[in-house]
């Protein structure tokens, strides 16, 4: 989520930010600028952190250079992503302090966990860690008086700021809960000589397995996905996009690891890998097969490997998917399918009378695979 | 403490019997010797084509058939309203098979199971199996025997590759427990462990691991400080790049952490042999539990 949108949620969930428009196109830029008081920020919308030194956050002073800076930043990359908006917004004046707040999991505790910093403003992953304090939150228990002294105290803010800050913590808390976050974080939230709190960023980003109840969030998941992405997610099956030249079709995410770890072992570099998940569907196994080898879809693999140990997902079932996508006439690049479980017996039979290589050890699969491709 | 209360005849209910997964899953895993007793399938009453009775609610299971343990195969939109059902009617040991439940709603599941000392196993699981025994979940009956070997992993297909390595090399198993790809389980690495190490029959852990989070580590800790049987193991991803999710929610490098290389550093220094291919895990747990006699 940009941040223009994460500070329309803050916006809504009663998080002070700074008055500021968001401009889609260069010819906004004035209309905006004329709400607007000057000093300004002009920040490029990209999904991607360190965007200040990436050249994508500039200040300014005067209107003139506030529209020379913005058409600039239009026309600029950061972090090789292209800027289709930029949001204009006011500098927050007479600033005290600046600290970092962010709820996420802590993945050791398995909890929800509230995260402070004093280091407001810089990347909490150059934050010492003796630097960071959390606080876990429980869906049950919500936030207690305790974790707001306890984070002002660690903060060392002035205790007639603790109002202030346990609305802030709060809001945040529930955005977290209500939107079904993976993470909600304010770096920095600036603190003024006259006890404001201001979001000076915002960084929301959204569980995309909650999607089902949020259907305002719809149109975001899945809007910077390839042609080849979004088939792959309307067929429930699991796509990305590595280096190598390699195509692996696998099921399951720890056996395809294990499988581009292999081949990596082995000299050879996965590049597409395609997570059929559990099917039954020989059709969901030819679309995977497709996905990963067809040109129509960007792919151009040097070969193809099928790593699959049956259980859900049948031995012959992926026989039959294989089968139909590659057709009769053969295919380009080499194939091989590895295949181990239930109904392995048909599935050989199957693809032998197809003409396509079969093994049901791994190693030895990958090794008659780099044997047939031609360096 | 989490205490794995599963017996032989433990009387077991699948919710969502009546879907195409749970019909498949309540088959095999009657066929594996599961006591399934009953299924919950709200507005679906009635009878599986085996006999199987089908019922509106948890509470009715516990009442006629003294369900203890629940698999879940409920899509995960009401995967929550499922598990919490199931704890609420007074099920201890709740497996969940579902994938892509909202984080949330695990950390709910998950909290209030603990608070009713209840053992949850998942979301995103293929279950537990102790061979010859009884099988919760959807890990193929095919693949074992058993025998000696404790087997934990946070990933489906790669433990059936890891067990069929070692049924093929005649080391049978004693429990198998997948304790899901996502991000947050219900039963973390560390009390995969220790319910493999409660139970007298294993006599040596193989830990399959991958990517992402911290459970590794924290199982390395656990078994420098703890434990004195004999563990191996394999962390999947060696060479996946950092930012990109790896199919598993729970799979994915990000800042700095959760890098295997990590992992697999932290497993050894705490005297764990770490396979760096599937074919060597029977040999390598065969000869650690030799020289732990």
């Known amino acids: 989520m940009y941040e223009t949108e994460g500070k329309e949620l803050f916006r809504q969930y009663g998080i002070k930010i700074p008055q500021g428009y968001t401009c889609s196109s260069p010819d906004q830029i004035l209309s905006c600028l004329n709400n607007l008081e000057m000093p300004i920020m002009i920040k490029a919308q990209v999904l991607a952190g360190g965007r200040g030194k990436a050249g994508g956050v500039v200040t300014a002073m005067t209107t003139d250079e506030a529209v020379a800076e913005a058409r600039k930043i239009f026309n600029i990359q950061v972090k090789g992503l292209p800027v289709r908006s930029v949001l204009l917004e006011e500098m927050v004046r007479e600033i005290k302090g600046e600290v970092y707040i962010a709820i996420t999991v802590d993945p050791k505790r398995g909890v929800p966990s509230i995260l402070v910093s004093a280091q407001g403003g810089v990347d909490i992953e150059n934050v010492q860690p003796s630097l960071i304090a959390t606080w876990t939150l429980s869906p049950f228990i919500g936030v207690q008086d305790y974790a707001v002294r306890g984070v002002s105290h660690f903060l060392g803010l002035d205790t007639n700021l603790e109002g202030k800050l346990r609305e802030i913590i709060v809001s945040l808390w529930n955005l977290y809960l209500e939107k079904d976050c993976d993470l909600v974080e304010i770096n920095p939230l600036l603190i003024t000589e006259t006890g404001e709190m201001v979001a000076a ?32 997610k309307l067929s429930g099956i699991n796509l990305v996009q590595l280096d190598g030249d390699v195509a692996v079709v696998a099921n399951g995410a720890g056996l395809t690891m294990a499988t581009l770890d292999l081949l990596e072992l082995n000299g050879l570099h996965g590049g597409l890998f395609v997570d059929l998940g559990g099917t039954d569907d020989p059709g969901q196994v030819a679309t995977a097969i497709k996905l990963a080898i067809s040109s129509s879809f960007g792919a151009r693999p040097k070969a193809l490997l099928v790593s699959v140990f049956g259980g859900i997902t049948r031995c012959d079932t992926v026989a039959e998917g294989v089968i139909k996508a590659v057709g009769t006439e053969g295919s380009a690049i080499p194939i091989m399918v590895r295949l181990r479980g239930v109904n392995e017996d048909r599935a050989k039979e199957m693809l032998n009378s197809a003409r396509i290589q079969f093994d049901r050890n791994l190693e030895s699969a990958i090794l008659r695979l780099k044997q047939e491709m031609v360096p | 403490m989490k205490e794995l209360l599963l017996r032989k005849n433990t009387p077991v209910i699948v919710q969502g019997i009546t879907g195409h997964q749970g019909r498949i899953h309540t088959a095999a895993m009657k066929q594996f010797g599961t006591n399934v007793v009953a299924g919950v399938s709200p507005g679906k009453e009635g009878r599986l084509t085996d006999g199987t009775p089908v019922l509106e609610t948890v509470h009715e299971c516990v009442q006629r058939f003294g369900a203890e343990a629940s698999v879940i195969f409920v899509p995960a939109p009401h995967a929550l309203d499922a598990a919490l059902e199931a704890l609420e009617a007074g099920i201890r040991t709740l497996v969940m098979v579902t994938e892509h439940v909202p984080p949330l709603d695990t950390i709910r599941i998950a909290q209030y199971a603990r608070s009713m000392g209840a053992t949850l196993i998942g979301p995103n699981s293929p279950g537990l199996a102790i061979p010859g025994e009884v099988k919760l979940g959807i890990m193929p009956n095919s693949i074992f025997m058993s025998g000696p070997i404790g087997v934990v992993s946070r990933s489906g297909t790669l433990t059936y590759e890891v067990v069929q390595s070692l049924t093929d090399a005649g080391i049978g198993q004693a429990l198998c427990i997948g304790i899901g790809g996502d ?42 400080d703890k434990m004195t049987m004999p563990v191996v193991s394999f962390v999947a991803g060696m060479t996946a790049p950092a930012g990109k999710r790896m199919g598993h929610a729970g799979a994915i490098i990000s800042r700095g952490t959760g890098l295997a290389e990590n992992k697999v550093k932290r497993l050894s220094e705490a005297g764990v042999d770490v396979a760096t291919r599937i074919s060597v895990i029977p040999k390598l747990i065969s000869t650690a539990i030799k020289s732990s006699r």
């Open chain 1, 201 to 232: 960023d915002a960084k929301v980003i959204l569980n995309d397995d909650a999607v089902f109840r949020h259907h305002e969030f719809e149109n975001l998941s899945g809007r910077d996905l390839t042609r080849q992405e979004k088939t792959a």
């Open chain 2, 183 to 224: 991000a947050v389980t219900g039963t973390n690495m560390v009390e995969a462990l220790m319910l493999c190490e409660d139970r007298a029959d294993v006599k040596g852990i193989v830990l399959i691991g991958e990517i992402g989070g911290a459970a590794e580590e924290m199982a390395a800790e656990y078994i420098q």
